[in-house]
């Protein structure tokens, strides 16, 4: 079993929609949880940090961590094109040791 | 928010060449990165961590003497991809943890190294 687990989609939506990206994981002791966003061809870009459980809002996006059922969301609401990326979760236990989903590729369509 | 610059952006090179890529941290010192590797529609792969003074740390199946990792300063680290092949075609990414606690990675932009 992977440490974390993450629908690779493709997820397609229209403009303005709300998106849920969902990652799951089996190891109990993550407690730092991370959701980075990734251009073609780029860099991860960390969009969202959240320690322990608990939500977590920021502009349109919206991060929420149920460690109880291991598995933490991010909600993008009011949809853009330009939020056409893929999106990886990321969580660690310490700090020194780094765990990625697969990503979800979105496009969100004007 | 930590600033981690990476270059090349992009390398074509011919089979049997070797490329250097260069991961500068610009906010803080780094006694620590991780190399990633990353292959199309695939997640990070970590390749290795590089010390500050010391020798890296591989993860299994690497090769050390193919890929070079050279740590000489608090704010730069380099990899090497010795004698490169077409199967070393990859996207290779840098990332940087804070000093503080290193519970967020901040990763560079990213090198698309293409060998002919």
């Known amino acids: 079993q992977k440490e974390v687990e993450q629908d690779p989609g493709p997820l397609s939506v229209p403009e303005g929609a709300i998106v849920s990206l969902n990652c799951t994981y089996s190891?109990?002791?993550?407690?730092?949880f991370m959701w980075y966003r990734q251009y073609s061809r780029k860099g991860p870009e960390l969009l969202m940090y959240t320690y322990s459980s608990g939500n977590k809002e920021d502009g349109r996006f919206t991060a929420q961590v149920d460690k109880s059922s291991k598995y933490i969301s991010l909600f993008i609401r009011d949809s853009q094109p330009s939020d056409s990326a893929t999106y990886l979760c990321?969580?660690?236990?310490?700090?020194?040791?780094?765990?990625f989903g697969t990503g979800t590729s979105l496009t969100v369509i004007p | 928010g930590a600033v981690v610059s990476q270059h090349p952006s992009r390398v074509i090179c011919k089979s049997g060449t070797s490329v250097k890529i260069e991961c500068r941290s610009l906010d803080f010192q780094a006694t620590t990165m991780f190399w990633y590797r990353q292959f199309p529609k695939q997640s990070l792969m970590l390749m290795a961590t590089?010390?500050?003074?010391?020798?890296?740390?591989?993860e299994q199946g690497v090769e050390k003497d193919k890929f070079l990792i050279n740590h000489a300063s608090l704010t730069l680290s380099t990899l090497t991809v010795t004698s490169a092949h077409p199967e070393d075609s990859s996207f290779y990414i840098c990332?940087?943890?804070?000093?503080?606690?290193?519970?967020?990675?901040?990763f560079g932009s990213g090198t698309q190294l293409s060998v002919l």
């Open positions: 190891n109990s002791a993550f407690q730092y």
């Open positions: 990321a969580m660690s236990t310490t700090g020194n040791q780094f765990y």
């Open positions: 590089s010390n500050e003074g010391s020798k890296a740390t591989y």
């Open positions: 990332s940087v943890p804070p000093q503080q606690g290193g519970e967020k990675l901040f």
